[in-house]
């Protein structure tokens, strides 16, 4: 079993984290590294407390306190407008001072996201390209998580839902 903690960008501080939960189930995005036997449990769900980081000091702490062995920077921290500023040195922290592995991303990125964001081109003006390669790199799973789509969460085949 793997323990993770999960910081999401305060601009989504009323997320219900849907689509990160629905990734770690289906291990896609960056939990497809995960074999689909391997329990995967969140001990800490929280944002980084705004710019530049007000609960850096305290929330990534606290989830090592609870197990965690690795914290994941949520999708989020890529898919506002613009990306985080302060991923590099979220990350440098955490790694640095809390000793715990971070990893940049959780779910796929929505197509709407992805299109978005390369019309106005400000991933590769913020230099985020390397951390949104991964959650880019299956269409399908990106149309499978555009929640602008009308059959997000329906299960194609048979039009039930899946969530």
């Keep these: 079993m793997v323990k993770i903690g999960v910081l999401i960008c305060d601009r989504n501080r009323k997320c219900t984290g849907n689509k990160c939960f629905r990734a770690i189930t289906e291990r896609e995005g960056m939990f497809s590294l995960y074999p689909a036997d391997e329990k995967i449990e969140v001990v800490g769900w929280m944002t980084c407390g705004g710019c530049p980081g007000e609960r850096l000091e305290f929330a990534p702490a606290d989830m090592k306190k609870y197990g965690a062995d690795a914290i994941y920077l ?5 898919a506002g407008y613009p ?44 230099h985020v390209e390397e951390y949104v390669k991964p959650l880019i790199s299956d269409p399908k799973a990106s149309q499978k998580y555009d929640s602008t789509r009308p059959n997000y969460l329906k299960d194609e085949s048979s039009e039930k839902m899946v969530d």
């Design 74 to 78: 949520a999708s989020c921290y890529l």
């Design 83 to 126: 990306a985080c500023p302060y991923i590099e040195d979220h990350k440098d922290y955490i790694e640095n001072v809390v000793g715990l592995p971070v990893v940049i991303g959780t779910h796929p990125m929505p197509q709407n996201y992805v299109d978005a964001h390369q019309t106005i081109g400000d991933w590769k003006r913020d």
